[in-house]
């Protein structure tokens, strides 16, 4: 069954930090409204985007310092001077960031902290001023932290942290969290200690609430501008919560720790096919039986924080609600967990009536888009399906030789396997781009995605040529979008089979040609929304790549280069959407 709620659509994944800014990193700044102006035009009614909370260890989204906050990193500095809360000398770029290029986290907060902290003690000084204007101000921020019920343990946390952070810094250790390092009163959360440390620190609390109140209206008002241009957001929760967070650190009874903070036992997957070790991500893991008892409030606050920003929910590691894999506390690896019982289809009918009662609309289904990727079991399945939740297929993941062999092509992520009650990508966050992991395949793989496309063999000389030695070096020195990808998008004549008539191929434009057709594969399918990563519209190299877990360096990084905006990609695309049905135009 589909979901009532879901209408056939196309969308984009760009993570808000990934758009070309003055301030070395992507903001929500008036290149984020001329991208939903592309979008527009291209009739995208869908935007993805990461996780919006603030990045601590190693820049990822998905271990935010709280699940409640938004990332100031994405504050836009331009808007906040027009406001006259900074200058334009503060917001002059220093010569140690860049316009262009990868984003560089550590010069980006060593520069942007101070002037957000600036920023906000400029707000709470004209706050302090009797004018109407700011007397209307100054309600908006009490009605913001009203509404905003976990925004005074995010900001009373970030104030410790940033004493305690830089006492350990001072000292020269780290690893230091709020569980290893604080004092016990502190960490525990002695109610009179707290008390004192808020008196003593209200300036510096303060102002963690007002920039949390920057993020919040410039993303209110972006939000606003892309849904009245017909675009829908989707957004995602990480299962899990990072460690080092006011989640775990207010909320201590609804984790797995022990009577300090500790974790008892820790998230992770079981050893498989690509890791004999297994997996171990470190996440603190739920006291599903403290959460059931308090009615699953913390979660459906979560998740409500959350559709107030978003219209959808991408909830990441699905399976995580149906089982989960403990390993205990200190272990080198994931090997010696077992598997847990989740909450299931209890927790999934508490979300469902608690937001039936904010909004009616959700009688036509949950706004929830299952990540339901691994290895899933029946019962997994079954909890998606219960729910009417779309799961996700991922094209990069349909094609193998070895499979084919064996059982044809049966594989659930062919898009002749789908159902409409799905949401198909080229690739993910996690996935390299399109393009990369075309260079990846073996040519027996690749053999078997020609032959998906185009219904034959391809010749032998074709493979020779797409496989030379010489070709894959050339492809693997280019790091810009070429000439043909900016502008052709990729056409038949040059991504068929065919086409080889003992004439020359280019092998790489011979490639980045079929992401375009990949694309095509998705958008045609019948499942109901079909998300491309920006990267695959250019036919972007691993250079692109947002993400490679298990790894740490050039993670999170990726910014687009400038002017890839283009109408040509525009017209396009939007040929293509309203061609496969995805926009309600008719095509002619």
Request: glycine share 6%; charged share 25%; hydrophobic share 40%.
């Amino acid at each position: 069954m589909l979901s009532k709620l879901l209408n056939r659509s196309a969308g984009i994944l760009l993570h808000p930090t990934s758009l070309p800014s003055n301030e070395g990193i992507g903001t929500l700044g008036k290149t984020a409204y001329n991208f939903i102006d592309w979008l527009h035009s291209a009739h995208i009614r869908l935007w993805q985007v990461l996780p919006l909370g603030p990045t601590g260890y190693g820049d990822s989204p998905y271990a935010a310092f709280s699940s409640f906050a938004g990332n100031p990193l994405l504050i836009d500095l331009e808007t906040l001077s027009e406001q006259g809360y900074l200058t334009a000398d503060d917001i002059k770029l220093p010569e140690y960031l860049s316009t262009d290029g990868n984003i560089d986290f550590g010069s980006v907060v060593y520069w942007k902290i101070p002037l957000l902290k600036k920023a906000a003690s400029a707000f709470l000084n004209r706050i302090k001023d009797g004018s109407t204007a700011d007397t209307e101000l100054k309600d908006a921020f009490r009605r913001f932290q009203k509404a905003n019920k976990h925004l005074d343990d995010y900001a009373l946390f970030m104030s410790i942290k940033e004493v305690y952070d830089a006492q350990a810094a001072q000292e020269g250790v780290s690893g230091k969290l709020w569980n290893n390092y604080w004092p016990k009163a502190l960490a525990c959360r002695d109610m009179e200690t707290l008390k004192r440390w808020a008196q003593e620190h209200r300036h510096e609390i303060d102002r963690y609430k007002v920039i949390q109140f920057f993020f919040f209206e410039q993303w209110t008002r972006l939000r606003q501008y892309a849904n009245e241009k017909g675009i829908s957001i989707i957004g995602d929760i990480p299962i899990f919560v990072a460690p080092d967070s006011s989640d775990v650190w207010a909320n201590q009874k609804l984790f797995q720790l022990d009577e300090n903070g500790v974790p008892t036992a820790v998230a992770g997957v079981p050893p498989d096919y690509f890791s004999a070790t297994g997996q171990l991500w470190g996440n603190p893991l739920y006291n599903w039986e403290a959460m059931k008892a308090d009615k699953y409030r913390w979660w459906i606050d979560r998740i409500d924080a959350c559709l107030e920003l978003v219209d959808y929910i991408r909830i990441d590691h699905f399976r995580g609600f149906e089982a989960y894999w403990a390993v205990p506390f200190g272990a080198p690896t994931a090997e010696k967990g077992e598997w847990l019982p989740g909450p299931d289809h209890h927790f999934f009918e508490a979300v469902q009536r608690a937001l039936l009662k904010k909004n009616s609309e959700y009688a036509k289904g949950l706004p929830i888009i299952a990540e339901d990727l691994g290895v899933i079991t029946p019962q997994v399945e079954r909890l998606r399906d219960d729910f009417h939740l779309p799961g996700m297929k991922i094209l990069q993941f349909a094609f193998s030789a070895a499979e084919v062999r064996e059982v044809g092509f049966t594989d659930a992520f062919l898009p002749h396997r789908y159902t409409q009650n799905a949401v198909v990508y080229t690739g993910t966050h996690d996935n390299t781009t399109l393009r990369a992991w075309l260079d990846t395949l073996s040519r027996d793989d690749f053999e078997v995605l020609l032959f998906y496309l185009y219904g034959e063999r391809p010749a032998v000389e074709l493979l020779d040529e797409l496989f030379s030695a010489e070709h894959t070096e050339a492809r693997n020195s280019t790091s810009e979008p070429t000439e043909h990808t900016a502008v052709r998008h990729g056409t038949a004549d040059a991504a068929s089979p065919a086409a080889d008539d003992g004439t020359a191929l280019q092998a790489a434009a011979f490639k980045d040609d079929l992401c375009a057709e990949l694309i095509k594969q998705a958008l045609f399918s019948v499942a109901v929304f079909a998300v491309i990563p920006f990267q695959d519209l250019y036919a972007l190299g691993a250079e692109a790549r947002m993400n490679e877990p298990s790894t740490l360096g050039k993670n999170w990084t990726w910014r687009m280069p400038r002017g890839l905006l283009t109408p040509e990609c525009a017209e396009w695309l939007s040929d293509l959407v309203i061609a496969s049905g995805r926009c309600g135009i008719k095509w002619i």
